[in-house]
């Protein structure tokens, strides 16, 4: 006959893993013992104590909080991304026709200012006043986006100017690149271009400028 042994309570001990790794496993505790629910207080940084079960309502709304705010961040990345998908593709039919400098710099400024809200676009070459500062902004780079000094934003820009992006114009004869111009975006937001953002976008309309105005100057 097998004897039963009963445990001795007061040699077990007990850990916060243990309970975890017990509660784990029988997932119907809480159904058995539904008082526990309420009679638990859980210490809060903010409201003192709160029973197991508000506590668990709150992680709820708070993970509900945070998957609407990343679902409109989203929402808000998409409209900002068709904005300028249909921007660019309105600039590039625009290019298409144009037979100057003149009026490609009209083309583009026109699209900038009505659809992505920004002051002015200018098309800079190595004869303009300002060239040789906004190269030296660049120091080497394809692109640049924050401020400049208050003195060469009235320089390149006729209205009022707060931050600006940059962005070669080139093209390669072999293996060399020659650059030939500089594009330069103007917002009236201290805030809109700034060098944490990211160039990929900039860049990429430094290409397609730089295809057009390329056989119009060189």
Not at 24 to 40: A, C
Not at 70 to 87: C, D, G, H, K, S
Not at 128 to 137: F, G, P, V
Request: glycine letters at 4%; charged letters at 25%; hydrophobic letters at 40%.
């Amino acid at each position: 006959m097998t004897k039963l042994v009963t445990p001795n309570f007061e040699d077990l001990e007990l850990d916060a893993e243990l309970v975890k790794d017990y509660l784990e496993q029988t997932p119907s505790f809480f159904t058995d013992y539904p008082e526990l629910v309420t009679q638990l207080r859980i210490p809060h940084a903010i409201h003192g104590t709160t029973s197991l079960l508000e506590r668990r309502q709150e992680i709820q709304r708070s993970k509900i909080l945070q998957m609407e705010e990343e679902l409109n961040t989203l929402m808000v990345n998409a409209r900002q991304n068709e904005v300028i998908f249909r921007a660019v593709s309105d600039m590039y039919l625009g290019l298409v026709g144009c037979d100057s400098v003149a009026k490609l710099e009209e083309t583009v400024s026109d699209v900038c200012k009505e659809q992505l809200f920004l002051a002015q676009f200018r098309l800079l070459q190595p004869e303009d006043e300002a060239y040789i500062h906004l190269q030296a902004k660049l120091d080497g780079n394809p692109s640049y986006l924050g401020r400049l000094y208050p003195e060469i934003m009235e320089t390149v820009f006729d209205g009022f100017a707060q931050s600006v992006a940059l962005v070669e114009l080139n093209y390669m004869v072999g293996e060399e690149e020659i650059i030939f111009g500089i594009a330069a975006f103007a917002s009236s937001s201290i805030h809109h271009f700034h060098p944490r953002m990211d160039t990929l976008f900039i860049d990429q309309l430094g290409q397609l400028l730089s295809k057009h105005v390329v056989h119009l100057t060189c």
